[in-house]
């Protein structure tokens, strides 16, 4: 276990479905990070929060909505998803210590193998 | 763009061996450098990570960092068959690269 949990582990889902992911982390970071691992290609990134606040998002579309109501937790709600947006879900936890800083090591939880039918 | 390069592989080793991986950064501006570890269906779990220019050693496992090639290795002692997995490296400026994983094979 890296104190990084999430769920559920596995979920399918229908096209008209809506859904939310859940990760929590317990190793006291400041940041959190959602990424979308799908075959064949580099883990992709898709949203950053840093000390709660959301400051990255890679063009992702709007029926991927995060939330991040502290800095322990972290929700991603799935509304209209397509087939293409199947893939492993990775949620992850470091510390940030600025632009200067950047950031330490990353801890990713267990995924969430996301099904769209 | 800022890139990570790995070579997909498979690297195929015997048990006993030296298995060495290797990856290629663009971005200059890189901080400090990870290696990962992802065995089939799990998600990424890191086993190295590097800041300065030299060689990094922890168990079995050693990294190595080359700013001035924009370069980083990793080397396995005494590969095992349980170290059968795919290798990610990533970079870090403002947030982590990653590059696509190179597949091991460790056979006995």
Same mark, same amino acid.
């Given at each position: 276990?890296? =104190?990084?949990?999430?769920?559920?582990?596995?979920?399918?889902?229908?096209?008209?479905?809506?859904?939310?992911?859940?990760?929590?982390?317990?190793?006291?970071?400041?940041?959190?990070?959602? %990424?979308?691992?799908?075959?064949?290609?580099?883990?992709?990134?898709?949203?950053?929060?840093? $000390?709660?606040?959301?400051?990255?998002?890679?063009?992702?579309?709007?029926?991927?909505?995060?939330?991040?109501?502290?800095?322990?937790?972290?929700?991603?709600? /799935?509304?209209?998803?397509?087939?293409?947006?199947?893939? /492993?879900?990775?949620?992850?936890?470091?510390?940030?210590? =600025?632009?200067?800083?950047?950031? %330490?090591?990353?801890?990713?939880?267990?995924?969430?193998? /996301?099904?769209?039918? | 763009?800022?890139?990570?390069?790995?070579?997909?592989?498979?690297?195929?080793?015997?048990?006993?061996?030296?298995?060495?991986?290797?990856?290629?950064?663009?971005?200059? =501006?890189?901080?400090?450098?990870?290696?990962?570890?992802?065995?089939?269906?799990?998600?990424?779990?890191?086993?190295?990570?590097?800041?300065?220019?030299?060689?990094?050693?922890?168990?079995? $496992?050693?990294?190595?960092?080359?700013?001035?090639?924009? %370069?980083?290795?990793?080397?396995?002692?005494?590969?095992?068959?349980?170290?059968?997995?795919?290798?990610?490296?990533?970079?870090?400026?403002?947030?982590?690269?990653?590059?696509?994983?190179?597949?091991?094979?460790?056979?006995?």
């Amino acid at each position: 276990e890296t =104190g990084v949990t999430q769920t559920p582990r596995h979920l399918v889902m229908g096209m008209t479905n809506k859904k939310s992911l859940k990760c929590e982390q317990h190793l006291g970071h400041n940041a959190m990070y959602w %990424y979308k691992q799908s075959a064949k290609k580099p883990l992709e990134l898709m949203f950053v929060y840093n $000390f709660k606040e959301q400051t990255e998002n890679n063009s992702v579309p709007s029926r991927f909505s995060p939330e991040c109501p502290n800095s322990s937790h972290l929700f991603l709600h /799935l509304h209209t998803l397509q087939p293409e947006d199947s893939a /492993l879900y990775l949620c992850a936890s470091s510390q940030y210590m =600025g632009l200067a800083g950047g950031i %330490y090591e990353q801890y990713f939880g267990p995924g969430t193998r /996301l099904t769209v039918t | 763009q800022k890139e990570v390069e790995q070579n997909s592989g498979p690297l195929s080793v015997p048990e006993g061996a030296i298995a060495s991986l290797n990856c290629t950064y663009s971005d200059r =501006g890189s901080q400090s450098f990870f290696w990962y570890r992802q065995y089939s269906g799990k998600s990424p779990e890191l086993i190295m990570s590097i800041y300065s220019n030299g060689d990094k050693e922890d168990g079995r $496992f050693t990294a190595q960092l080359n700013k001035a090639s924009q %370069y980083v290795s990793l080397l396995i002692r005494d590969s095992q068959p349980s170290d059968s997995a795919t290798y990610l490296c990533a970079s870090n400026t403002d947030k982590l690269i990653f590059g696509t994983g190179t597949r091991l094979q460790v056979f006995p």
